[in-house]
C-alpha cells in the first residue's frame, strides 16, 4: 500500500514571497491533516479535512495560510506571503475514520526555510 | 502549562540498555498515542492505547488514566532505536495534540 505521499520536500524562500505544498493521501482516507513542526516542537494541527470539506481550521492563520481539497483526495497548502517564523516541517497524515479509535498515516513532510 | 508533557527531553543511552521516557498530560482524553520520528520528518505510529498496555516486539506501552500518564519502554535498546518519540494526545475535540518529544540516542 502507497504511504501518504508530499511535494516538495524542501523549500527555500524569501519572505514575502509565496509558497504551495501538496499532499496525496493514502487511497480511501477521507480525512487529511496538515499539521506545522517547528524545529525542537511537536507537530502543531492547522487544518483537518473530512472529505472536501472543513472540520478544524482553528489553528490556521486565516491572513495568510489557506488550503483546500476540492475533489476530496488531494490538498494543497499555500502561505501567502510567507514569515520568517514560517520556517518549519509541514506535515501532511491522512486517516480512515474520524474517532478516536483512528491511527493517522503520516507523509515525509516539507521542510520550509524562509529567509 | 502545555496540555502534553513528556520527559525526558533528551535521552542517550547505551545499547542494550531499558528505555523509558514519560508523558503526562492535563485534560481528559479518549486515547493516547506514541509516534516515531525519524531524522527527515518521517513519522510511525507505534501505538495507540486507552488503557492498559500494549507490547510490540521490543516496545512496550503502559497507560494510568487516572494518574493521566503514560510510558514508553524500550527493552535492549539498539542504535537503529534512536529517533524522537513523541506522545500524543486525543481529547474531545477530537484533535491530536502533540508533546514536543524526546530525543533517544542509542549508542553501540
Known amino acids: 500500500e502507497a504511504g501518504v505521499a508530499q511535494s516538495p520536500r524542501y523549500k527555500i524562500i524569501e519572505k514575502r514571497q509565496s509558497v504551495a505544498f501538496w499532499c496525496n493521501p493514502i487511497?480511501?482516507?477521507?480525512?487529511l491533516y496538515w499539521y506545522q513542526q517547528i524545529l525542537g516542537q511537536g507537530p502543531k494541527l492547522l487544518i483537518q479535512f473530512q472529505n472536501n470539506g472543513v472540520v478544524d481550521d482553528s489553528q490556521l492563520p486565516k491572513d495568510r495560510f489557506s488550503a483546500e481539497r476540492l475533489k476530496g483526495v488531494d490538498s494543497t497548502l499555500k502561505i501567502q506571503p510567507a514569515k520568517l517564523e514560517d520556517s518549519a516541517v509541514y506535515l501532511c497524515?491522512?486517516?480512515?475514520?474520524?474517532?478516536?479509535?483512528?491511527?493517522?498515516?503520516f507523509g515525509p513532510g516539507t521542510r520550509l526555510t524562509v529567509l | 502549562k502545555n496540555e502534553v508533557e513528556q520527559s525526558p527531553q533528551n535521552l542517550t543511552a547505551q545499547e542494550g540498555e531499558f528505555i523509558t521516557i514519560n508523558c503526562s498530560y492535563s485534560?481528559?482524553?479518549?486515547?493516547l498515542h506514541w509516534l516515531q520520528q525519524h531524522p527527515g520528518g518521517g513519522i510511525v505510529s507505534l501505538f495507540m492505547l486507552s488503557s492498559g498496555k500494549k507490547k510490540h516486539g521490543r516496545l512496550i506501552a503502559t497507560i494510568n488514566i487516572q494518574e493521566k500518564h503514560s510510558s514508553l519502554h524500550i527493552t535492549a535498546s539498539h542504535p537503529r532505536d534512536s529517533a524522537v518519540y513523541i506522545c500524543?494526545?486525543?481529547?474531545?475535540?477530537?484533535?491530536?495534540?502533540f508533546g514536543s518529544g524526546t530525543q533517544l540516542t542509542v549508542l553501540p
Open positions: 497524515a491522512s486517516s480512515v475514520l474520524r474517532d478516536s479509535t483512528d491511527t493517522q498515516y
Open positions: 487511497s480511501g482516507h477521507a480525512t
Open positions: 500524543a494526545v486525543r481529547g474531545s475535540a477530537r484533535q491530536l495534540t
Open positions: 485534560v481528559g482524553i479518549s486515547a
